[in-house]
């Protein structure tokens, strides 16, 4: 997880948006990756977006990419409470393995 | 017809003993990996598998040995289990080796008393 910094909390009320902040080191990932871990499950694949792109929008997910400072972002819009859970920002820098972030545990208040 | 699935889903045992956990995948995909999340919920790789051929080895513990019997299974054995090796281990796949999306399993949460 050093190569991937993420703030650990973030706490929202329902029908706000949650912006998830990530750095990370290796310019030469392709892709970045979003994935969600909700309590007691597995990683689900959230969004990824490709080095060459500024944003992607999925929904109620943009992803915001700063190639140049190594700086990636997730908004959700309205937010709502089936999205609390971790949120683990990775990179790709080998290409054969994910660096992952140390989470981001998401807490959204009615 | 889960994509990715891993048994058993909890595993509880003593220190000492030896134990597998399985990793299945139907999604054709040519890569299979192994994660190890531990209590702080921090995620790293630990071994992965291209056709059958061992491709990343991350300092893991010689007690821990992967096992590719065909490219959609990578089973996991764990020798002389420790204390320490209590943790949620995800298997995952992705369709080759390559900056590629990789989907996971749901886990297999591992308690050494």
């Known amino acids: 997880g050093e190569d991937v910094e993420q703030s650990l909390f973030l706490s929202v009320r329902e029908g706000d948006s949650s912006v998830i902040n990530c750095t990370y080191t290796?310019?030469?990932?392709?892709?970045l990756y979003w994935y969600k871990q909700e309590p007691g499950a597995g990683l689900q694949l959230l969004t990824y977006?490709?080095?060459?792109?500024d944003m992607k929008q999925d929904q109620r997910l943009t992803v915001l990419l700063n190639k140049k400072d190594k700086h990636l972002s997730l908004r959700i819009a309205d937010t709502q409470t089936g999205d609390s859970a971790i949120y683990f920002c990775?990179?790709?820098?080998?290409?054969?393995?994910?660096?992952f972030g140390a989470g981001t545990t998401v807490t959204v208040r009615a | 017809d889960t994509a990715v699935s891993q048994t058993p889903k909890y595993l509880v045992t003593q220190m000492g003993n030896d134990k597998s956990i399985k990793c299945e995948q139907n999604?054709?995909?040519?890569?299979m990996y192994w994660y190890k999340q531990d209590s702080k919920k921090f995620l790293k790789i630990m071994f992965s598998?291209?056709?059958?051929?061992?491709?990343i080895n991350e300092t893991v513990p010689n007690r821990f040995s992967p096992k590719s019997p065909d490219k959609a299974h990578l089973n996991l054995h764990i020798n002389s289990l420790e204390l320490g090796d209590s943790a949620v281990y995800f298997c995952?796949?992705?369709?080759?080796?390559?900056?590629?999306?990789?989907?996971f399993g749901p886990g297999t949460r591992l308690l050494v008393l």
């Open positions: 999604l054709g995909h040519d890569t």
């Open positions: 290796d310019s030469s990932s392709t892709y």
């Open positions: 995952a796949s992705s369709p080759g080796t390559r900056q590629e999306t990789q989907y």
């Open positions: 977006i490709f080095s060459n792109m």
């Open positions: 598998y291209n056709n059958k051929e061992l491709i």
């Open positions: 990775a990179e790709s820098p080998s290409g054969y393995k994910l660096s």
